[in-house]
């Protein structure tokens, strides 16, 4: 989760910025004759930065125990009209497919979700701009690959960017006549910190999220009415840059997404142990429709807050035009303090916690993309 400094205070008053807005987007390694690059910390407020104007946004956002974020907005400053879509109507809409949902949920591990987190975190870091960066998104796309097998409906890929760390998106085609719809379920990949940078929470344990669901619904077999495309982004902590890339590719191809799900640190409860859905900078139908599905299938007690501008790569799909919805691990205030450091490691953890994010991404993937053909878990009927 990703970036204020005194030198660009004089600045931001002049430009009418928030602090409470101002990201923590992350620490950088920004080459030091790199350009200018443009930023956007709230809609409509813009300034070309330097690397020490992020690092300071980032550095001063977190220590007041927020993450506003920021957008670089470089590559992508203007957005024409939404293409026509073809949105589901969710006001009042109610699950429908216990009978496939339910005993993929019986079959969520927290076991899983630790393997995956202590792989992920064993590496030097994740970020976008280094070797081992590129190599944590390569083991990835391997690990969709593997999980595949040899269904020939399902497409992994790496995305490449105009920096090192490529994205991932494993695709799994729908199969019914809807299928030209697009459900997405992802989280950034990369991490950040002044030294090593192991990103336990940020963002390893949102991307065990994605990895294990996408597993458990392939392993099933079901097939499905819409498209179900699971994502791995690159460059978060740095602008929402591969979520960005993604997002706008997507509007000027007139992809039809109906929405999309963002997981972006689910094991430290904090002080109250709730799902906490953000609701700024998010869609209200599709919240609501989330935290339906969470009082079906997950059970848990949740609250709702706010985390400012672009906190996490959900932004991109809502500055895109998409809808989109954000459950986060903790209401803000009580967030993990060790994000962005060395020590943000599996044992701060509570992955029971995490479990109850599995589960909900469980429940989202299958009931928005519905199922055409039931997997072999599905009890006979009676």
């Not at 980032?58 to 125990?65: V, Y």
């Not at 949102?206 to 077999?221: C, D, F, P």
């Amino acid at each position: 989760m990703g970036a204020y400094s005194a030198a660009m205070r004089k600045m931001n008053v002049l430009l009418g910025l928030s602090v409470l807005t101002i990201a923590c987007a992350s620490a950088s390694i920004w080459a030091a004759e790199e350009p200018r690059r443009l930023i956007e910390t709230r809609p409509g407020h813009r300034f070309w930065s330097t690397r020490e104007d992020r690092e300071n946004l980032s550095r001063r956002a977190h220590e007041e125990g927020r993450c506003g974020g920021f957008m670089d907005i470089t590559d992508y400053p203007i957005r024409g009209p939404l293409p026509p879509q073809s949105f589901r109507l969710l006001a009042g809409l109610e699950p429908k497919e216990q009978a496939n949902v339910l005993p993929l949920i019986r079959e969520a591990d927290e076991g899983n979700l630790i393997s995956v987190i202590t792989h992920l975190s064993a590496f030097e870091d994740r970020n976008y701009q280094t070797q081992s960066g590129v190599q944590a998104a390569e083991w990835i796309k391997d690990q969709y690959t593997r999980f595949a097998g040899n269904r020939p409906d399902i497409k992994v890929e790496l995305v490449k960017h105009r920096f090192r760390q490529p994205s991932v998106i494993a695709t799994i085609q729908g199969s019914g006549p809807a299928r030209d719809e697009i459900v997405v379920i992802g989280g950034h990949l990369d991490s950040i910190s002044p030294g090593k940078a192991p990103g336990a929470d940020d963002n390893a344990s949102g991307t065990a999220t994605v990895m294990e669901a996408y597993r458990l619904i392939v392993k099933s077999g079901m097939r499905l009415n819409r498209t179900l495309q699971f994502m791995g982004y690159a460059g978060e902590e740095e602008g929402l840059l591969g979520s960005q890339d993604i997002a706008t590719r997507y509007r000027e191809e007139k992809k039809n997404v109906v929405g999309a799900l963002q997981f972006d640190m689910t094991m430290y409860p904090g002080s109250n142990p709730r799902m906490t859905y953000i609701t700024d900078y998010t869609n209200r139908d599709l919240n609501r429709y989330t935290e339906r599905l969470s009082d079906e299938y997950v059970k848990a007690l949740w609250i709702e807050d706010e985390c400012g501008y672009a906190c996490s790569d959900h932004a991109s799909w809502t500055s895109a035009g998409y809808r989109s919805t954000f459950p986060f691990e903790s209401a803000f205030g009580s967030d993990n303090p060790d994000i962005h450091t060395p020590r943000d490691t599996l044992d701060k953890l509570t992955p029971s916690h995490g479990l109850k994010y599995l589960k909900l991404a469980l429940a989202f993937g299958v009931e928005m993309a519905e199922v055409t053909t039931p997997g072999y878990r599905r009890p006979a009927s009676h």
